[in-house]
């Protein structure tokens, strides 16, 4: 089945920095990776995805990146507020469930 | 829009007790979903129903988790009798159409089992 790793599990950036969280995964037939952001007592938040057919995409100060040969993608957050101090997690999907990873605490300091 | 509404959010017992956890998925959506996030293990898929059907519940612990969708616009996932290490975050997600991918997430349940 699909396994998907994280990194860095803790991230600490100044405000104004960029920030960016990887993620690798095992199962070639994987074809959907999306990213959640998590604030404390809430759910998880769909804030980007991307599918398969697509090597990048982006919205705004958020971006994913997507290496099928290599199988990782990565989020790229730029110009980091204190609003995005938050648990990040990235997933996998095969066979109609998503496979999280271990999750990212971004700290953006001001 | 409401989004995936969740009751309770909190929820404390004692050890034997049962348990009852609710999900109102987004209306319109035919797929929903109920994880299980713990610090040990992170976020785990426990099962899934497209339209009100469940499709793969290996998942679920053990026997004494259950969960049903009499419709589609209500979910329960039971726990019978409980134990202290089914506390955890509990999330509900609902997915658009089976076509799509995207699946969101309520606010969850805390579940403390003393």
């Known amino acids: 089945g699909e396994n998907v790793e994280q990194h860095p599990s803790t991230l600490s950036v100044q405000e104004g920095d960029s920030a960016v969280i990887k993620c690798t995964y095992s199962?070639?037939?994987?074809?959907?990776f999306p990213w959640y952001k998590q604030e404390l007592g809430k759910g998880p938040q769909l804030i980007i995805d991307?599918?398969?057919?697509?090597g990048e995409k982006k919205d705004q100060r958020i971006a994913v990146t997507l290496n099928k040969t290599a199988k990782h993608f990565s989020l790229h957050i730029t110009e980091t507020q204190p609003e995005d101090s938050a648990v990040y997690f990235c997933?996998?999907?095969?066979?109609?469930?998503?496979?999280f990873g271990t999750g990212t605490r971004l700290q953006v300091f001001p | 829009d409401a989004g995936v509404i969740q009751s309770p959010r909190h929820e404390v017992t004692e050890m034997g007790q049962e348990v009852t956890l609710r999900c109102k998925p987004i209306?319109?959506?035919?797929?929903l979903f109920w994880y299980r996030q713990t610090m040990m293990r992170g976020l785990e898929l426990l099962i899934y129903?497209?339209?009100?059907?469940?499709?793969?519940d290996s998942g679920m612990p053990e026997d004494r988790f259950s969960a049903k969708m009499p419709n589609a616009s209500f979910s329960t996932l039971k726990i019978q009798p409980s134990e202290p290490r089914d506390s955890a975050v509990y999330f509900c997600?609902?997915?658009?159409?089976?076509?799509?991918?995207?699946?969101?997430f309520g606010p969850g349940t805390r579940l403390t089992v003393t």
């Open positions: 129903f497209n339209n009100n059907v469940p499709i793969d």
């Open positions: 991307i599918r398969s057919n697509v």
């Open positions: 209306s319109g959506h035919n797929s």
């Open positions: 199962d070639s037939a994987s074809n959907y």
């Open positions: 997600a609902s997915r658009p159409q089976r076509g799509s991918y995207e699946q969101y």
């Open positions: 997933a996998g999907m095969n066979t109609d469930k998503l496979i």
